[in-house]
């Protein structure tokens, strides 16, 4: 097992792999493969939170979440296009016609999962009125990324995209935008994202053969809204020759950190390939089938970046919400330690993440380990405490809160949980 950590390198103290290591979230392993993540059970609390908190966002926000196959056939990824313009980065096919003579056909490990959800679109009839209709899903994608670029967390093979796409009317498309826009400025200053670079994203026309879909029309009708809406917005933006996608223009979105560092979170790409080439279309108001506009949206990007992002950025002081074990509780002494479990049980009841510290360790050590593992709150159980029902808590900034009662600490704590607070 390891961490992607060359011990020949020089790892910064706050880089992700060495906080990773350190806090017991994540490795690589030979034996499974470069840039294949394995989440360890405190690393998939984090994802696990960020993961639900993604989820009920995204259905206040009006999508409907959806899951598709990681593998699909040949003329899937033939007919979306990625064959052509991305192949590069696809894993070589699997011929199950090898295995299996009624299926016919290679099989290609999804790099995206636009054309599924262009598919679970088409599978029904769809009118104007329906409209916008908006998938997600936190589907893991597989790029074939070169080994000399693999960092741990921050570029890895197998990517949790959270993706989403919104189909709608070309009468509510700049509407549409305007909102994915507002909504993942406000997602990502959940985390203290409060600095952000906008980019957009647009042809480079004098290097575009076999680059870019063929329709001039379109494309000048998404570049020219899509700035309207920057404008309206009065967002800044700096203009990326090239950087659009082979199928449409996009808004690529970054977080700058305190050291005016630039970190990918969002990105916004209008799709002008899929809709017409797999037959997309409502009903409209005049009883005629008409194209709809597609938009493809990441808010976090890629999970595993953004959290490996997160971790160097608050130095693996996670937000309560976030912390795997949120309280640590260490009895003084092996008579404390009924007390202490009893706290621990109370604690799980509120859902606190808790766990008391049962070793035969020296209390001085206990502590210096729960600092090291960067614990929020750490409770000390001596005679005292029990005899006055109260406890004394440390908090991991160095505060402490002596002689109070449980039940006033445990509101404390569910209110930050609850409150995603940032601080303690």
């Not at 700035?227 to 199928?247: C, N, S, T």
Request: hydrophobic share 35%; aromatic share 10%; proline share 4%.
């Amino acid at each position: 097992m390891n961490n992607n950590i060359d011990e020949k390198q020089n790892i910064s103290e706050n880089d992700h792999r060495r906080i990773g290591k350190e806090l017991d979230l994540f490795s690589f392993s030979d034996y499974v493969g470069s840039g294949l993540a394995l989440w360890h059970p405190n690393g998939a609390i984090i994802r696990g939170e960020i993961e639900s908190f993604w989820k009920k966002e995204h259905q206040k926000a009006g999508y409907k979440y959806v899951y598709s196959p990681v593998v699909g056939l040949k003329q899937l990824w033939e007919k979306s296009g990625h064959l052509d313009h991305f192949a590069d980065c696809m894993y070589p096919p699997m011929d199950m016609s090898l295995k299996d003579k009624e299926e016919q056909g290679a099989y290609y490990v999804k790099p995206m999962s636009c054309p599924f959800h262009v598919a679970i679109y088409n599978a029904s009839v769809h009118s104007y009125k329906e409209l916008p209709i908006k998938y997600c899903e936190l589907g893991n994608v597989y790029r074939y990324e070169a080994s000399g670029g693999l960092q741990g967390l921050l570029r890895v093979r197998c990517i949790t995209q959270d993706d989403a796409h919104i189909i709608c009317r070309q009468d509510q498309f700049m509407e549409e935008l305007s909102k994915v826009l507002d909504f993942g400025f406000a997602f990502n200053k959940v985390f203290g994202y409060d600095k952000f670079k906008v980019y957009f994203s647009i042809r480079d026309l004098k290097n575009k053969k076999d680059k870019y879909i063929e329709n001039e029309p379109v494309w000048q009708m998404a570049e020219q809204a899509i700035e309207q809406v920057l404008k309206d917005k009065k967002l800044p933006y700096d203009i990326d020759v090239g950087g659009a996608k082979f199928y449409g223009p996009a808004i690529d979105v970054k977080a700058v950190d305190e050291n005016g560092k630039e970190w990918q979170c969002m990105t916004i790409q209008l799709d002008m390939n899929l809709p017409e080439k797999w037959g997309m279309s409502y009903i409209g108001e005049d009883g005629q089938k008409h194209v709809p506009i597609m938009l493809h949206r990441a808010i976090l990007g890629s999970l595993e970046r953004f959290i490996g992002v997160y971790l160097e950025r608050c130095e693996g002081k996670l937000p309560v919400w976030l912390s795997p074990i949120q309280v640590k509780i260490l009895p003084v002494s092996d008579r404390h330690q009924e007390q202490a479990l009893q706290i621990q049980e109370q604690l799980l009841a509120q859902d606190i993440r808790a766990e008391a510290d049962l070793s035969s360790n020296t209390i001085s050590y206990q502590i210096r380990n729960a600092v090291k593992k960067k614990i929020p709150y750490v409770i000390v159980i001596g005679d005292k405490e029990i005899e006055n029902n109260h406890v004394s808590v440390r908090l991991r900034n160095g505060e402490q809160l002596d002689d109070i009662p449980l039940a006033d600490f445990m509101k404390r704590v569910s209110a930050k949980i609850k409150n995603k607070s940032i601080d303690l």
